[in-house]
């Protein structure tokens, strides 16, 4: 069974996000890049079953630029098989980003999908389910727990008020939550191997699909921010406080 | 322009999070018709039919509808959706999951997790944990929009609506629920709480979350929440996890204790209308966003705090 895993180069969790002074985007220069931190654990799961003995192969790939090819070492030195980047210079959007990953996974006859369940960019967690529907499969999304055996999928996902447990047969698609596991820290050999593993390039208008933007972005703003209030003595104050002044107890 | 909103239920009642979608739909046209997809839950349509500027609920009643697997509602939605020029789902673990795999065999581009509308397509929303808001324009004819439901105030419920039973579809069978384990609660919904007691690492253990956090909520009627790390630590259970990841939150009154304030925790309660921070570590982020900060230890703090609300002081 091979498994597909979709990783996206996105600016670091621990970077402080700025605007372009133009406020035309985010700014991205000079700005540390990594691999999405929910496609890291996708990655981790994927191997994880191939250790098991539950996959033969994880196929780590990314749709972009040539800078993506980072992001897809990075998934190659936490143990992918190996690497498959869709080339392009458009502004992809998930449709077209899931668009994109049908047509790999078809070409690589995946049985199982596993992806993160959004991109700490743009935050819009689409990709994944778009794809199980574009592909006819079935999905767990925010997955807490996976077991796979015999053609079963059986995934826990997390849920508004609790905790549900999924069935579907393969082929499906698995989206990842945080807690699903702990991805391994890639090892100094691990990463020097990675660099040698296979990376195919395949341009994204040989795989015949529309990947035209179909929103625009008309504006982007930083929310207003919140100002510190001030600092209470005790708690005899903050309850005064509380009572008398914002009057919510 | 007719707008379909999706219900959020569980079969037997409504749950708040529809209330704030319909008054997001409410922005877009006056046509508003509200999807129940369920086993029986005539209850639940019932209750729909209440909401104010709703013109028409739809029941999906049958066995299939029962679990609300994504798969299964998806397909009852793409059924009628040629008649709607928006679909809007509260952006929860439900909507999330459905509505791009609508859009995606309609062949729309889906919009998540709006905050505001400027027109009938052009949204608000939040991106990089809430640090940045972008406003876009969709160039698709039919609309799939997951809404935040703390960005609207709840429709009220004087309404009358007619309801109307249509066709469940068939079971399209490709996934199953076998489990499913609900943290049942007294205490008010996380995601609608009026008050939100909330704890982090600095509480150390699960028994000191519950023996601190527990008797303070019951004093207020509050919900309870964690930070990320409470909630990794096994502090509590996931669903109470406040911030980008998890539930978004913005009560009348948010009680941070023991959180350090990650901005991914920033993102999912900032916008509470009074933040109170209790930390003994006074340069601690959640400072920089609270009304007001009290730099204490928290094993005194909070219990003076419900023995002072406990004595009415």
């Not at chain 1, 040989?206 to 600092?231: F, M, N, Q, W, Y």
């Not at chain 2, 249509?166 to 919904?189: F, H, W």
């Not at chain 2, 502090?235 to 980008?244: I, L, R, S, T, W």
Request: charged share 20%; glycine share 8%; aromatic share 2%.
């Amino acid at each position: 069974m091979k498994i597909l895993v979709p990783v996206k180069r996105v600016i670091d969790p621990n970077v402080k996000v700025r605007l372009k002074n133009d406020g035309s985007g985010v700014d991205l220069d000079n700005v540390k890049m990594s691999i999405n931190p929910f496609d890291e654990i996708a990655v981790e799961e994927a191997v994880r079953l191939k250790e098991a003995g539950e996959a033969s192969e994880v196929i780590a790939v990314s749709c972009g630029g040539h800078v993506c090819q980072e992001t897809l070492r990075s998934a190659l030195a936490l143990g992918a098989d190996r690497a498959i980047q869709v080339e392009t210079d458009c502004d992809l959007q998930p449709l077209a980003v899931a668009k994109l990953l049908k047509a790999v996974v078809i070409s690589e006859s995946a049985s199982l999908v596993i992806c993160g369940k959004q991109a700490i960019d743009d935050d819009a967690g689409q990709v994944g389910q778009m794809l199980a529907a574009l592909l006819g499969w079935p999905q767990a999304t925010f997955a807490s727990n996976v077991a796979i055996s015999e053609g079963l999928a059986k995934v826990m996902r997390e849920i508004d008020d609790g905790v549900e447990t999924l069935e579907m047969r393969l082929p499906a698609l698995i989206t990842t939550d945080l807690r699903l596991n702990e991805p391994r820290y890639a090892s100094l050999p691990n990463i020097m191997k990675a660099k040698k593993k296979p990376l195919e390039v395949v341009a994204a208008a040989d795989l015949g699909v529309d990947i035209s933007p179909r929103l625009t972005v008309l504006k982007v703003t930083e929310p207003a921010t919140r100002k510190a209030g001030i600092l209470v003595e005790d708690v005899t104050q903050l309850l005064d406080k509380l009572k008398n002044e914002a009057k919510v107890i | 322009m007719t707008i379909l909103v999706i219900a959020e239920h569980d079969n037997a009642s409504l749950k708040a999070s529809t209330f704030n979608t319909v008054a997001a739909a409410i922005n877009l046209g006056s046509d508003i018709h509200v999807l129940v997809a369920g086993s029986d839950c005539a209850s639940v349509a019932t209750a729909a039919a209440r909401l104010d500027g709703v013109q028409k609920v739809l029941i999906a009643d049958a066995p299939h509808h029962e679990a609300q697997l994504a798969e299964n509602l998806t397909a009852l939605v793409v059924s009628i959706a040629s008649d709607y020029s928006h679909i809007l789902a509260p952006a929860s673990s439900l909507g999330k999951s459905a509505l791009p795999r609508v859009a995606a065999l309609l062949d729309v581009a889906p919009i998540s997790e709006i905050v505001g509308i400027e027109s009938p397509d052009t949204f608000i929303r939040p991106t990089y944990a809430g640090n940045v808001l972008v406003t876009v324009r969709s160039a698709d004819v039919l609309k799939v929009i997951t809404v935040r439901a703390t960005a609207f105030n709840a429709v009220d419920t004087s309404g009358s609506a007619a309801i109307e039973a249509i066709s469940a579809g068939t079971d399209v069978g490709l996934s199953s629920l076998i489990g499913r384990e609900l943290n049942k609660s007294e205490r008010p919904e996380l995601g609608g709480a009026k008050v939100v007691v909330s704890g982090g690492r600095g509480l150390g253990s699960s028994e000191d979350y519950q023996r601190l956090l527990e008797p303070l909520a019951d004093q207020l009627g509050a919900a309870l929440g964690a930070s990320r790390a409470a909630v990794d630590a096994g502090y509590a259970p996931n669903d109470c996890q406040v911030g980008q990841t998890g539930k978004i939150v913005a009560p009348q009154l948010y009680i941070a204790i023991g959180v350090s304030g990650a901005i991914q925790h920033l993102a999912g309660m900032k916008d509470s209308k009074v933040i109170v921070a209790i930390n003994k570590d006074s340069e601690a982020p959640i400072f920089q966003v609270a009304d007001y900060g009290l730099v204490a230890d928290l094993f005194d703090a909070v219990p003076m705090l419900t023995d002072a609300l406990h004595s009415g002081n």
